[in-house]
């Protein structure tokens, strides 16, 4: 490793330390999220509105490599089976912020959670 | 040394080139632009968006000021001796009744010809000839009451849009019975946002949103990939959406019974009176139509919301680039076929959304 | 060199490119987030572009990745769309640096590899979920790309030793 090397090591840690700290601030949000969103190949298919005190649901979700399961309890929701290789989704546990989503790359399934959109007007 | 100074050269040049494109990226920054007015008994608001603000600022007036020239021409109760009510021509035709047809504005033409359409499309519920009806309850007025079965009965006898004679050679309009009078109250807001929009999209504008109170008007995208997302709201809790539409370039009116409702001996009345009954309609708690014109919208919104459900959504069937949901009195939520894909349900305290 | 031995030794790279590209699909993933791989195939076209230059280092990531996809029947899927996108930013940031910043080794060159390899893929996947809190990932990312980064260029600097022989022949 040369000198070059450890001031790049540095400059790389620092910026990510950063850029980690700033995302903290940047994503922090006091109000919990209110819907859980189901995307396949890019499409929303499915949104779901989250409510305190509701026990387990689950939907079936059609990915591009079969069905998969996915679990909402609460606030949070999971991936419980997925037909693919890696798991990676199911492994992922149970997500609860708007930060966090779970992609399931070989179904093209994508899971996260937001809140409603904001509306430009209202009509009424 | 010849590389020291081209590194140097080419470390100025990208630093230059970098600065220019931040430059050139904040001058193409796309603002917003939003102002309001007061205008027609409600709050009018425009948003313009673009990169030119002088541009932007120079187009919203000219449409406040074309809504302003519609309000003036359709203002009913204007105080005598102002500016308004020299202008108004429903004033004209109303203070002419039973006397002589009076010469009118074009737009004030058309708009008597569209109600005059859906005066025969609703079977003779909706009715722009309403006025005595309205006066009689005292929408508009300083006081109210509710009338006696007779008063309605004599009353609505001053309601028929056949008696309403439109020349359109000589663009005049008659009421051919003394004591009848116009009320364009469903029509003119409606119809000024369109003309507003219209005044925009000529200008050049491509992307806006005008809502006066609830008559809303989308001009373009909300961006590339989204549409304007417009709230519906729910009539029994105003701090609640029931649903929210994805419009574009298409103008959303709601009629409800919680909008300007008069309250007499403890009971509210809302102005939606049907021309047939003399009463508030009461099949429905809101109507919402989405079309291509805001004046349509605005007529039909008052219109349907006098007809039964089904009726209305028969009728909506029936006209292009129309269509509605109804929120009827038992709490029932319908939506039209072809509305389907841009209303997204999304809750209410009781209400029940039929898919179908 | 001999275009014929060239060839040779060409193909073997993209073999072996794609062959630990597969293998680090079998083996289970070392780290519990989404997106983030020790990149053992980087390991390869680092090499090619030490040892041939940025044409055939490009060439070899591209056909890494084509190849890889072909076997693993996901060509032209969102995974290959990821993979190729990070292979792409992180041979263009490595070719860069070699070309401009003698004063960096090839641990450093692996380093910014294996960040810019996540960062494309995450440009790409930013199109696929189109929210922008995915860009919450990106700290996160940058800083697994350095350890990763690190390993990869350790074990890259041993087998360079030997391949510079390569040049020579």
Redesign the interface.
Do not use: C, M
């Given at each position: 490793m040369t000198k070059t090397d450890r001031q790049l090591f540095l400059a790389l840690l620092l910026i990510g330390v950063f850029l980690f700290v700033c995302s903290q601030f940047f994503f922090y949000q006091p109000n919990p999220q209110s819907r859980v969103v189901i995307k396949v190949s890019g499409e929303i298919i499915q949104t779901i509105p989250l409510q305190k005190g509701t026990s387990q649901e689950r939907f079936i979700v059609e990915g591009k490599k079969g069905k998969a399961i996915v679990e909402i309890k609460e606030l949070k929701v999971r991936m419980l089976e997925a037909p693919c290789p890696d798991q990676i989704c199911v492994n992922q546990g149970w997500i609860d912020s708007p930060w966090q989503t779970i992609v399931c790359v070989p179904n093209e399934i994508v899971i996260y959670l937001d809140k409603e959109a904001p509306v430009d007007a209202i009509t009424g | 040394m010849n590389k020291f100074y081209l590194k140097l050269g080419v470390g100025i040049f990208s630093v230059l080139l970098l600065l220019a494109g931040v430059f050139f990226f904040l001058q193409n920054q796309e603002r917003q632009l939003t102002s309001e007015q007061f205008l027609m008994d409600t709050l009018v608001s425009i948003s313009t968006y673009g990169t030119d603000t002088d541009f932007l600022q120079q187009v919203t007036e000219k449409a406040f000021k074309e809504i302003r020239r519609v309000a003036d021409l359709t203002d009913r109760f204007p105080s005598p001796g102002t500016i308004a009510y020299e202008q108004s021509d429903v004033v004209k035709i109303n203070e002419n009744a039973g006397i002589s047809p009076v010469s009118v504005d074009e737009d004030v033409f058309k708009m008597l010809q569209i109600a005059q359409d859906y005066y025969e499309l609703t079977e003779g519920e909706f009715d722009v000839t309403i006025g005595p009806l309205m006066d009689l309850w005292g929408f508009g007025r300083e006081t109210q009451k509710v009338p006696t079965i007779v008063e309605i009965q004599e009353t609505l006898a001053l309601v028929d849009s056949r008696k309403l004679i439109l020349d359109e050679e000589k663009q005049t309009a008659f009421l051919s019975q003394k004591g009848m009078s116009l009320d364009l109250g469903a029509v003119a807001k409606g119809y000024a946002v369109e003309k507003a929009a219209q005044v925009m999209i000529e200008a050049g504008v491509e992307k806006a949103?005008i809502?006066a109170g609830?008559?809303?008007r989308?001009i373009g995208k909300?961006d590339n990939?989204n549409a304007?997302?417009?709230?519906?709201?729910d009539?029994r809790n105003?701090s609640n959406?029931i649903g929210?539409?994805s419009l574009n370039n298409e103008a959303?009116?709601?009629s409800?019974d919680?909008?300007r409702i008069v309250e007499i001996k403890g009971k509210s009345y809302h102005h939606l009176l049907s021309a047939r009954t003399g009463y508030p309609a009461g099949k429905n708690m809101?109507v919402?139509v989405v079309a291509l014109d805001s004046g349509q919208a605005d007529l039909l919104s008052t219109s349907l919301f006098l007809l039964e459900p089904q009726q209305a959504l028969e009728l909506v069937s029936r006209l292009n680039n129309v269509e509605v949901i109804i929120i009827t009195t038992d709490k029932k939520i319908m939506c039209s076929p072809g509305l389907r894909e841009k209303f997204?349900y999304?809750?209410g305290e009781g209400y029940s959304y039929d898919q179908n | 060199m001999n275009k014929t031995r060239k060839l040779v030794f060409f193909s073997l790279f993209v073999t072996l490119a794609t062959a630990l590209g597969f293998l680090e699909t079998l083996l289970p993933n070392p780290f519990p987030l989404p997106g983030v791989k020790l990149g053992l195939a980087n390991i390869v076209t680092l090499l090619v572009l030490y040892v041939y230059g940025f044409k055939e280092g490009f060439a070899v990531a591209l056909l890494r990745v084509i190849f890889a996809s072909l076997m693993a029947g996901t060509f032209l899927s969102i995974s290959f769309m990821l993979s190729l996108s990070g292979a792409i930013l992180s041979t263009i940031m490595m070719g860069l640096l070699i070309r401009t910043m003698s004063a960096l080794s090839i641990i450093g060159v692996s380093m910014v590899g294996a960040v810019s390899h996540n960062v494309g893929q995450l440009i790409t996947a930013s199109f696929l979920i189109q929210t922008p809190y995915i860009f919450y990932y990106l700290p996160v990312l940058l800083l697994a790309g350095i350890p990763t980064g690190l390993i990869t260029g350790y074990i890259a600097r041993l087998l360079l030793c030997y391949l510079k022989k390569l040049k020579t022949v």
């Open positions: - | 949103l809502n609830g008559n809303i989308v909300k990939n304007w997302k417009i709230g519906v709201q009539p105003p959406l929210v539409l959303a009116v709601t409800g919680y909008n809101s919402t997204e999304r809750s | -």
